[in-house]
T-cell receptor
Framework: GENVEQHPSTLSVQEGDSAVIKCTYS??????FPWYKQELGKGPQLIID?????GEKKDQRIAVTLNKTAKHFSLHITETQPEDSAVYFC?????????FGAGTRLTVKP | EAGVVQSPRYKIIEKKQPVAFWCNPI?????LYWYLQNLGQGPELLIR????????DSQLPKDRFSAERLKGVDSTLKIQPAELGDSAVYLC????????????????FGPGTRLTVL
């Protein structure tokens, strides 16, 4: 089955700096790669996703890149703000079997 | 539009007691998922429903866990008897029917039920 590894497990940046979170996956048939943000006491919320036929996708300060050959994808957050502080999860899915990474706790210091 | 609703938000029980969690998905979403989230980990799928049919329950520990979605809308997840290791957050998610062409749909998560087994 699919195995998703996520790095780093914790990330601390100054407000205004960029943050990058990286994930690798094992199943070359995976074709859908969402990123979720989870705040304390809440469920994960989708912030951006990418499908295997696209190499990059951007939405304001958030972008995701996908390298199918190397089987890795990354989340980039620019101009970070304190409200970006949360746990971020990557996931990979072939059909319905979505597998999540272990999460990255991002702290943005004012 | 209301999101995925779960109750209770918190539950504390003693080991060997039964417990049940309830989920109401987003209106019109016929796919419903139950996930287990241990502290510091990502969600792990327990069971997936397509309408009232459990189409993937391979990760559900069937000796003590059960689930139902009788009318294809809301769902209940039960643990009987609960063990210390069951302490975790139980998340419910829902999505629309899979898109034509095989594309996956976004999963919308509820706030979860935090279970503590003493």
């Amino acid at each position: 089955g699919e195995n998703v590894e996520q790095h780093p497990s914790t990330l601390s940046v100054q407000e205004g700096d960029s943050a990058v979170i990286k994930c690798t996956y094992s199943d070359s048939a995976s074709n859908y790669f969402p990123w979720y943000k989870q705040e304390l006491g809440k469920g994960p919320q989708l912030i951006i996703d990418i499908r295997s036929n696209v190499g990059e996708k951007k939405d304001q300060r958030i972008a995701v890149t996908l390298n199918k050959t190397a089987k890795h994808f990354s989340l980039h957050i620019t101009e970070t703000q304190p409200e970006d502080s949360a746990v971020y999860f990557c996931a990979a899915s072939r059909v319905y079997d979505m597998r999540f990474g272990a999460g990255t706790r991002l702290t943005v210091k004012p | 539009e209301a999101g995925v609703v779960q109750s209770p938000r918190y539950k504390i029980i003693e080991k060997k007691q039964p417990v049940a969690f309830w989920c109401n998905p987003i209106s019109g979403h016929n796919t419903l998922y139950w996930y287990l989230q241990n502290l510091g980990q990502g969600p792990e799928l327990l069971i997936r429903y397509e309408n009232e049919e459990a189409v993937d329950d391979s990760q559900l520990p069937k000796d003590r866990f059960s689930a139902e979605r009788l009318k294809g809308v809301d769902s209940t997840l039960k643990i009987q008897p609960a063990e210390l290791g069951d302490s975790a957050v139980y998340l419910c998610a829902s999505s629309l029917e899979r898109l034509a062409g095989g594309h996956n749909n976004e999963q919308f998560f509820g706030p979860g039920t935090r279970l503590t087994v003493l």
